[in-house]
């Protein structure tokens, strides 16, 4: 399914103001057109806090609504997340879809199944990134990309141990304090790590927050959202977090301030949509020298996404030579040629960058998507001089 | 690349994983490319255990592992892709080995020595994970049945152990002698 999404000066064309209700013969509820400008994207769409959240958004009247969650729902989340009985055994990404179509037919909303480090980043340029995720590596993944894309984020978690709430709004800056800012040693050593024993991506402990729980959060994440993208709502709690603690009653707002010492480099990025079709590795590699003023040192990079030089199998040993970027390909690398096995990837026959000059002519003359690109990636460029951030389209 | 706080940590890497290799019996470290070097091949020279033609576990005295410590080390590890077996024995036999991959726990940032440290330790089996939901379950399980007083293999520690001894000469005094 194409999640391609346009930034708010790209937005799709107004709609008609015709709902169900205009249908049936009542007036309709008016939707405040002033957002139909804007797109946003939520992450954990159908969890304990999303799946309060996307109402929320719906009656916003908002252009674009992007839903990504790569689960489906169980029995277990009758009693924490806002579902009925037929959502079971249904994808949580869909299941949300719906609830955005029935609510606002005019609205964009896109369901996304799959984990959000496994969208192209460029689809995750939007107005608003909303994170109601589970994990810290998602949430470290989306904090790194808001920064990168220049756009704000709004997080949320909860704790049932204290009727915990607490919701980040982060806008990138040259100043902005990140997640990452506040984070010590601990944290960095908490993150879920994906090891190579174990199957599938790894999950943090499920929070079993009670359903209240969720939809306060997703209440105060939806204010912050609209205050974000519409000024006449109010001033945002930019670099704030709020910590609601309903046991007690007691709200707490703390600042999130720059700190020299973040491992995390707060870069944003100027990206430059690049039309790919058919775009050969050489034409960009001359493009980006152009633009950079360098000459051959030209290195390639997709952050996150390190190139494959070599293919092992497991089980005979055998292995081949290759030069492509790695991505989360379900059907991972293909069979050995010898025994069947599937093939993988020796971390240390992986590299973060490409450099120029050690392409093949072959390579060179491939195209973009051949090496790995798609719709939506984004490369970046570095030379002596300089870099350049592609976003790269059909 | 340009990150100095990168760039800084992997000079520091460098400096003392080469001085721990100066100072041990049974690591060799090859530095790979790049200034500073982000990739190192490390020969371990000591007892682990491999699966001989008849499928039995028998001690081998060679580990080679390649380490990378790619550009995001510092704030995420993928332990797959930051550790790879290189062999030279084709079956090594541990509960977390299966090559290409070797399964540890690695924080982000954690410095080269330690993980050189862990390496180690998990070779001479001083470091096990004794679980059936690790790379090797038959391993694990052959571990479970050993008395423990066979473990770890290897006595040599990874770091040469130094004595430092300061001697002073004992002078004759100047008094007369004693009649």
């Known amino acids: 399914m194409s999640a391609t999404i346009h930034a708010p000066s790209q937005a799709p064309p107004a709609r008609a103001q015709v709902g169900p209700a205009a249908a049936a013969g009542a007036s309709p509820a008016p939707r405040p057109a002033r957002l139909r400008d804007h797109a946003v994207m939520l992450v954990g769409a159908g969890g304990n806090i999303g799946s309060h959240l996307v109402p929320h958004l719906a009656r916003m009247g908002l252009g674009r609504i992007v839903l990504c969650d790569p689960d489906t729902y169980g029995a277990e989340n009758l009693t924490t997340q806002a579902i009925g009985p037929p959502a079971i055994g249904q994808p949580k990404a869909q299941v949300q879809r719906e609830v955005v179509t029935q609510l606002d037919p005019e609205a964009d909303a896109v369901a996304i199944g799959r984990l959000v480090q496994d969208v192209p980043r460029g689809q995750l340029r939007v107005g608003v990134l909303l994170a109601c995720v589970d994990n810290r590596a998602t949430r470290l993944y989306l904090n790194q990309t808001a920064f990168r894309l220049g756009v704000p984020w709004v997080d949320a978690a909860v704790e049932p141990d204290g009727l915990l709430v607490r919701v980040s709004v982060v806008k990138p800056g040259p100043s902005a304090g990140c997640l990452e800012c506040a984070w010590s040693d601990r944290d960095y050593a908490l993150l879920e790590q994906q090891h190579p024993c174990q199957h599938g991506s790894p999950h943090a402990a499920r929070t079993n927050a009670p359903a209240p729980l969720g939809a306060l959060a997703a209440a105060l994440q939806a204010i912050e959202c609209r205050k974000l993208l519409e000024a006449q709502a109010g001033e945002p709690a930019q670099s704030r977090q709020i910590l609601l603690a309903a046991s007690t009653h007691k709200l707490y707002v703390s600042h999130l301030l720059r700190r020299p010492e973040c491992r995390f480099d707060h870069e944003t990025w100027s990206l430059e949509r690049l039309p790919a079709h058919q775009l050969s590795v050489a034409a960009l590699l001359d493009r980006a020298a152009r633009q950079t003023g360098s000459n051959s040192d030209i290195s390639l990079r997709v952050e996150g996404r390190p190139f494959v030089r070599r293919l092992v199998c497991p089980a005979c040993s055998h292995h081949e030579r290759t030069l492509r970027l790695a991505a989360h390909v379900p059907g991972g690398w293909g069979p050995c040629g010898k025994c069947g096995t599937p093939l993988t990837a020796p971390g240390f026959d992986m590299s973060d960058r490409l450099a120029a000059s050690e392409l093949p002519p072959s390579l060179l003359a491939a195209t973009v998507q051949q090496l790995g690109l798609h719709e939506g990636d984004v490369v970046s460029l570095s030379g002596p001089r300089g870099q350049v951030h592609y976003q790269i389209e059909a | ?179």
Not at chain 2, 23 to 51: I, M, T
Not at chain 2, 62 to 84: A, K
Not at chain 2, 136 to 162: C, G, I, M, V
């Open chain 2, 1 to 179: 690349m340009n990150d100095p706080v990168y760039q800084g940590f992997l000079m520091r890497q460098f400096e003392e994983a080469t001085a721990l290799a100066r100072q041990s019996d049974v690591l060799e470290l090859a530095p790979q490319d790049g200034r500073p070097p982000n990739r190192y091949l490390a020969h371990f020279q000591c007892k682990g255990l491999v699966r001989d033609g008849s499928g039995g576990p028998v001690e081998f005295n060679h580990l080679l592992v390649g380490i990378w410590l790619p550009e995001d080390y510092l704030r995420q590890v993928n332990p797959g892709q930051v550790l790879t077996y290189l062999g030279p024995a084709p079956q090594p036999w541990h509960p977390q080995i299966r090559p290409p991959f070797i399964c540890a726990h690695i924080p982000p940032g954690t410095r080269l020595t330690d993980v050189l440290h862990t390496l180690y330790d998990l070779w001479t089996y001083n470091l096990v994970a004794v679980g059936d939901n690790g790379l090797n379950p038959d391993a694990a399980a052959w571990y479970r049945q050993q008395h423990p007083s066979r473990f770890p293999l290897e006595r040599r520690p990874l770091k040469r152990r130094t004595l430092e001894l300061s001697a002073e000469p004992i002078h004759p005094t100047n008094s007369a002698a004693p009649a």
